[in-house]
């Protein structure tokens, strides 16, 4: 590819609204456009990278034995209203009418389309395993879409569908697609872990999470200090340690006490001389249902993802001041379990064995002293429901926890007969017996790997691509665009490159080394290969390498060997 004809339309400025390095640099670069929010063209540039990714993925689920196909994007509503999900999956699916009214989505994910044709065409316990695969765009009205690739509303994702004769069998899946899993990122070049997490509204049991450590990552992964342990684990779902025992100490009478303009766990804690943990935090929550009073220790956050799933509920949200003042009679920041009616209270164990404790008073500018939980109160629901952090000690083997920013690239669900019950999807047994189908899904987001590879990999001057991944691996170019022998000798190399199989671009443009140069660093080929007059009048030409910098000079006739071999050390 000569750059004179690529379409790379770099920038200097980018818009306020890229806040993450990848969004800045691939918008740099000239890889991405945006179309509309969370929607994105993806340049030449781009889609190579795309291409490569998905060849990757493309070769290990098939050394596992997925089998790729395509499903379609148009799906009627007549399937989601058998699974379940019309109704539960709110505001995210993309929903549209035909021109007869018909309720149809866009595919934000595929279980019901492939449940409904793995039910119509697989009949036989000989059939299976049976893995499905395809790559295509989804769709989902994301709440923020933002950081450009990382979280947009049209996307493109790896899916696979499992069908399993039995438990025992997705397991063997399951562990067949983690070791898939781990082959794609690795071959990608990225620095990733594998974490539990929660399985959130797809329903399911066992999950993991494949994250790329990086800084402006949405979730938080806390993983264990020591690396032979390997504990890794989203905070949404890391399970806290038993409480300890019920504080000793003689158990005394409960006062109520004003305390003016303390409405924070600190202020309060400050204006009793007392201490964060000793206060009971009570935060109300409105669910489609009721009105919930989570209770954690003052020195600890709510979990909202453990609260939601132990609730059962489809929305869960903080209480407006309104509902506050409905429920406690007293603005926010004064309530309290004591004497609370009317709503379900759902306290943290830790709460449970505290003694002569501090809680608000459901009354304006009041607080109690000297609660005791069981005495004063008694929660409809005990159990764990707080938010996990750094430096706690690892449930595995005690060593402290330590935490990274995480992008989630895949997940991998178990989900046992979730939709082949729902949509009574079954095949035979050797007894002739119906069974419904046990499955699983793996998905991987494509652009949203490609991103996360730029967060992981840039400089100052831009991207630095893992050269499994990169658009192309070398750029070739003359120092100076009007001397012909450089120029010459530069398209001359060029040519070679590629008759060996080398992905080469050559930079024929006529501007400045400067320029060329700048505009290789940002779009991040791994090697650039430049012809100088220095150079050339002893017969050599200076290799570069991007991640390193590292500068050597070659022999003319030798540089195919050397680039090949400089790539081969990058891989
Ligand atoms: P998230 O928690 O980030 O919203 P998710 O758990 O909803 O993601 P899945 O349903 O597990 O995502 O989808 C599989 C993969 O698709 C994810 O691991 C992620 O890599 C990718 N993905 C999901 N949502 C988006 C999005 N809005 N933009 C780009 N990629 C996405
Ligand atoms: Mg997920």
Known sequence: MKVSEMLAPTLREVPAEAEVISHQLLLK???IRKSAAGVYNLLPLAWRVVRKIEQIIREEMDRQGGQELMLPILQSAELWRESGRWDVYGAELFRLKDRHGRDFCLGPTHEEIITALVKGEVNSYKQLPLLLYQMQNKYRDERRPRFGLLRGREFIMKDLYSFDYDQAGLDVTYNKMYEAYYNVFTRCGLNFRAVVADSGAIGGKDTHEFMVLAESGEANVLYCADQACGYAVNDERAEALAAGPREDGPVLATEKIHTPDCRTVAEVAAFLKTSPERIIKTILYSTEKETVAALVRGDREI??????NILGCVRLEQAAPETILAVTGARTGFAGPVGLKG????????VMVLTNAVCGANEDEQHLINVNPGRDFAPALITDIRLVKAGEPCPDCGATLLEARGIEVGQIFKLGDKYSKAMNATFLDEKGQARFFIMGCYGIGVTRTMAAAVEQNYDERGIIWPVQIAPYQVAVMPVNHKDERQFAAAEHIYRQLIEAGVEAVFDDRPERAGVKFKDADLVGYPLRVTVGDKGLAV?????????????NMIPLDGVVEAVQTALNSLA
Do not use: I
Not at 343 to 350: I, L, T, Y
């Open 29 to 31: 670069a000239g890889l």
């Open 343 to 350: 709503v379900r209270v759902v306290a943290d164990q830790e």
């Open 303 to 308: 979990n909202e993802v453990k609260l939601y």
């Open 539 to 551: 017969s050599q030409v200076e290799l570069v390498v991007r991640r390193t910098g590292a500068m």
